[in-house]
């Protein structure tokens, strides 16, 4: 942290920077309320994420190769999880320990997403469509 900078008569710190601590922490925690509801915020290790699944880091590594699961680095690298990215991978493990193959399971699971999608832009859709509304599918 910085220290606070002098006036310019050298002997009393600016009333800005006085501020500043309070209003840092103020935003510091505004900013962390919104992460802990922000199912896409990469809050989990991989050594933390293998650990909540039950898994070993190299699937989820397998994971990410397969391109079913793309964490975020941080600055040094390391790969970063979603709450979001965890679902998947648990959902990856369960239909892996049913016996299938781990290709096919990515495949499974990407299906599945797209189909919650276009389930959820349907209803959006019917209840536009309910309240008067004009909103029609692009295209038509």
């Known amino acids: 942290m910085k220290a606070p900078h002098m006036a ?19 935003d510091d925690s505004a900013a962390l309320e919104g992460k802990f509801d922000d199912e896409d915020y990469p809050a ?26 793309v964490p975020q680095r941080s600055s040094g690298g390391h790969r970063r999880y979603s709450r ?5 991978a648990q ?15 990515c495949r499974i699971i990407i ?6 999608e276009a389930q959820r832009i349907n ?7 309910s309240e008067g509304g004009t909103s029609r599918p692009p295209g038509q």
Do not use: H, K
């Open 8 to 26: 310019q008569t050298g002997d009393q710190p600016d009333q800005p920077d006085q501020q500043r601590p309070q209003a840092a922490a103020q």
């Open 44 to 69: 989990y290790s991989m050594g933390r994420a293998a650990e909540m699944l039950g898994v070993t880091p190299a699937f989820l590594r397998s994971l990410d190769t397969s391109r079913l699961i």
């Open 84 to 88: 979001y990215q965890l679902r998947l």
């Open 91 to 105: 959902r990856a493990r369960d239909l892996v320990d049913q016996g299938t193959a781990l290709e096919a399971a």
């Open 111 to 116: 299906l599945e997403d797209q189909l919650a």
């Open 123 to 129: 209803a959006r859709l019917r209840q536009d469509r």
